[in-house]
């Protein structure tokens, strides 16, 4: 017995098609890839990061968007994911964390406390990640529901797919991490 399949690949970059073949970029190829393989970095140190095991376990299942490898080494993460109250003790460390990641990298404020310290608004927490390393995403919330998260990653992955390869070389991404003082 015959069976058809229809195979329609989700998302496909804009290109030339027809029987056999398809065309299209190698800055849309290679956007599409990176999109779907970010490998996050969980920087985790409060209640956030609870509610990120949450959407990672089976209900919300991060595994769908291809972010499943989470890494605890930033040499091999791609997407800074930082989630909970971050003291200014700490965050020498995070800086270090996000400084030894290779490009390309996106990072992802997830909540209230990562984002602005949060209810925390005292002498010994860092009121805001962006204080410290350049943010690419926001979350809101305290905390935010994996929904959110998910909302959070997709537009992460709407960032790599639309940065051309060489993005990252322009003057204007240079002079964001001057700003920093990163290079
Ligand atoms: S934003 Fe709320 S839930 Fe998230 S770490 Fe801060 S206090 Fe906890």
Known sequence: ME???????????????GAGFFATTLDKAVGLARANSLWPLPFATS???IEFMATMASTYDLARFGSERLSFSPRQADLLMVMGTISKK??????QVYE???????????????????IFDTYSVLQGIDRIIPVDVYIPGCP?????????????????????LKRRMTPEYKAKLAAYGLE
Do not use: F, Y
Request: net charge negative; with cysteine; hydrophobic share 35%.
């Open 3 to 17: 069976t058809t399949v229809n195979i329609h690949p989700d998302h496909q970059p804009e290109g030339h098609e």
């Open 100 to 118: 030894q990641m290779a490009e390309p990298k996106w990072v992802l404020s997830m909540g209230a406390c990562a984002s602005t310290g949060g």
């Open 47 to 49: 209640c956030c990061g």
């Open 144 to 164: 935010p529901r994996p929904e959110q998260v998910l909302d959070g990653i997709l537009k992460i992955q709407e960032l790599a797919k639309s940065e051309g």
């Open 90 to 95: 700490m965050a020498p460390i995070l800086r």
